[in-house]
């Protein structure tokens, strides 16, 4: 089974300080895919950040950045200078065989 | 903006009545998901289908079933609707590419009475 667990249910950080969110996920594939989606309140869910399993090179979007340890199948989530807006609840996401499982979720709140 | 709907916003239903939950999306997604998603937030995947006539259980067993006759079109039905089945269920569809995101709808929130 393809499971994906985020350990930390709520996480808050200052304004423009920086947070990381973590996640792991157990696959026996090798060909699989990485994301983090976010759910701000009463809104849709909407795509932060992707990767390739195949892809060595972290990705990279504007403030958002991921941490991909392949070995030990975690898949980690660093938000800079956070601002007000990104609060909301944050999912760990993989892609295998397409079924696309999320993990428990972690909420984020911003202190000002 | 995503071009994925769903019907209605919000259902108060009483025990025992069929539903039909509506999901429809214009992107022209081979694969499309519904998800319910409890109290805490957390989603599970009940349904998923890769492309019309192909419909697949998900990792958490449902009553519920669905249906893929048309590309666009991926409805969700409760025979018989009980309170256990109180919950949000959101619809999600994307392309085939293994790397491209999925795309949410607003999602349903159904209170069975």
């Known amino acids: 089974a393809q499971t994906v667990t985020q350990s930390q249910p709520e996480m808050s950080v200052q304004e423009a300080e920086t947070v990381t969110l973590s996640c792991t996920y157990d696959?026996?594939?090798?060909?699989?895919?990485l994301f983090w989606y976010k759910q701000p309140p009463s809104r849709q869910m909407i795509l932060v950040i992707r990767q390739e399993a195949y892809k060595q090179q972290n990705a990279t979007e504007n403030r958002f950045s991921v941490n991909f340890q392949k070995a030990a199948k975690s898949f980690s989530l660093k938000i800079s200078d956070s601002q007000l807006g990104d609060a909301a609840m944050y999912f760990c996401?993989?892609?295998?065989?397409?079924?696309?499982?999320f993990g428990q979720g972690t909420r984020l709140t911003i202190n000002p | 903006e995503a071009d994925i709907y769903q019907t209605p916003r919000y259902l108060v239903i009483g025990t025992g009545k069929k539903i039909t939950l509506e999901c429809s999306q214009t992107m022209g997604h081979d694969k499309m998901y519904w998800y319910q998603q409890d109290p805490g937030m957390e989603l599970h995947l009940i349904h998923y289908s890769y492309g019309v006539n192909s419909t697949e259980k998900g990792d958490l067993s449902s009553e519920s079933t669905v249906s893929r006759i048309r590309t666009e079109h991926f409805p969700l039905t409760l025979e018989s609707a009980r309170p256990s089945h109180t919950s949000q269920y959101l619809c999600?569809?994307?392309?085939?590419?293994?790397?491209?995101?999925?795309?949410f709808g607003q999602g349903t929130r159904l209170t069975v009475v």
């Open positions: 996401a993989c892609l295998r065989a397409q079924k696309l499982v």
């Open positions: 696959t026996s594939e090798s060909d699989y895919y």
């Open positions: 999600a569809s994307s392309e085939w590419a293994g790397n491209t995101e999925a795309f």
